[in-house]
T-cell receptor, first 108, second 115 residues
Framework: RKEVEQDPGPFNVPEGATVAFNCTYS??????FFWYRQDCRKEPKLLMS???SGNEDGRFTAQLNRASQYISLLIRDSKLSDSATYLC?????????FGSGTKLNVKP | ETGVTQSPTHLIKTRGQQVTLRCSSQ?????VSWYQQALGQGPQFIFQ???????GRGNFPPRFSGLQFPNYSSELNVNALELDDSALYLC??????????????FGPGTRLTVT
């Protein structure tokens, strides 16, 4: 079983839509969680860390559910510029585990 | 811009050769990690260096090795290159503090092609 699993998508949504991604992880002792975005042929960029209480940054909201071992990312009022691959990252015991990413296409 | 730089940008090597990739960390960061990203996949963790010592390693063979220098810059060395080593190699730096969360900032990567 993979350490981190994501739905590869693609998610095709119109501008202004709300879209949500989930990511599951296998190790219940995992310590830290992150969402990154990656544009085509570019490096991953940190979107946000995910805290136990949930956190929000503008149109982006991240949640952690330790009981069910998943994290989520909600994007409200999607913009064309949100089109990218979203990577879920889990950190435990000095190792980072990336999911394969979920592709989002926001269309006019 | 993250302030993390990598060199070279692109590299072509022949199977069996050795390669060294370089990374300069963001100012103030003390930890560097290296990743391999194949096309269409997420980055795969190779290893992490903290205070010049390897303190975490993914499922990569010993022919993948690294160094971290006192100024926190780093090298990734790969010996006996194989065709499957063709990938984007990413370096990420972070500031390790007790309790984490170890937010990482990536360099632009080195694209390695093995023929």
């Amino acid at each position: 079983r993979k350490e981190v699993e994501q739905d590869p998508g693609p998610f095709n949504v119109p501008e202004g839509a709300t879209v949500a991604f989930n990511c599951t992880y296998s190790n219940s002792a995992s310590q830290s969680f992150f969402w990154y975005r990656q544009d085509c042929r570019k490096e991953p960029k940190l979107l946000m860390s995910v805290y136990s209480s949930g956190n929000e940054d503008g149109r982006f909201t991240a949640q952690l559910n330790r009981a069910s071992q998943y994290i989520s990312l909600l994007i409200r009022d999607s913009k064309l510029s949100d089109s990218a691959t979203y990577l879920c990252v889990v950190y435990n015991f000095n190792k980072f585990y990336f999911g394969s990413g979920t592709k989002l296409n926001v269309k006019p | 811009e993250t302030g993390v730089t990598q060199s070279p940008t692109h590299l072509i090597k022949t199977r069996g050769q050795q390669v060294t990739l370089r990374c300069s960390s963001q100012s103030g960061h003390n930890t560097v990690s290296w990743y391999q990203q194949a096309l269409g996949q997420g980055p795969q963790f190779i290893f992490q260096y903290y205070r010049e010592e390897e303190n975490g390693r993914g499922n990569f063979p010993p022919r993948f090795s690294g160094l971290q220098f006192p100024n926190y810059s780093s090298e990734l060395n790969v010996n006996a290159l194989e065709l499957d080593d063709s990938a984007l190699y990413l370096c990420a730096s972070s500031l390790a503090v007790r309790g984490g969360p170890y937010e990482q900032y990536f360099g632009p990567g080195t694209r390695l092609t093995v023929t």
